[in-house]
Nanobody, 123 residues
């Protein structure tokens, strides 16, 4: 399974971006999906996750109320809508497919990882 993340870019603080993650196989429609990010010099951290049916979502406290994760299983694609962006949101963003149908905050619960897409928020 290959995951292709896109939608990153440069945006001013307070702006919005929508990231997309397209899967190469429809089998991930049965998997939980997540977004993680890694800023320069920092460890990878959890951002958001969604269950296979989209009825359960999880968010990091730092993005709650600003970011929204969603999925379209017909397109085998997961989205991350990011609003009210802050400079501290600057990072490489990675999507991942979980080993199970559930959403999870733990990187070890994810089996497939995509390449990162860079988000830069200027102040």
């Amino acid at each position: 399974v290959q995951l292709q993340a896109s939608g990153g870019g440069l945006v001013q603080a307070g702006g919005s971006l929508r990231l997309s993650c397209a899967a190469s196989r429809r089998t991930v429609n049965n998997n939980g999906m997540g977004w993680f990010r890694q800023a320069p010099g920092k460890e990878r951290e959890f951002v958001a996750a969604i269950s296979w049916r989209g009825d359960s979502t999880l968010y990091a406290d730092s993005v709650k109320g600003r970011f929204t994760i969603s999925r379209d299983n017909a397109k085998s694609t997961v989205y991350l809508q990011m609003n009210s962006l802050k400079p501290e949101d600057t990072a490489d963003y990675y999507c991942a497919a979980a080993r199970t149908s559930y959403s999870s905050r733990r990187p070890e619960d994810y089996r497939y990882w995509g390449e990162g897409t860079l988000v830069t928020v200027s102040s």
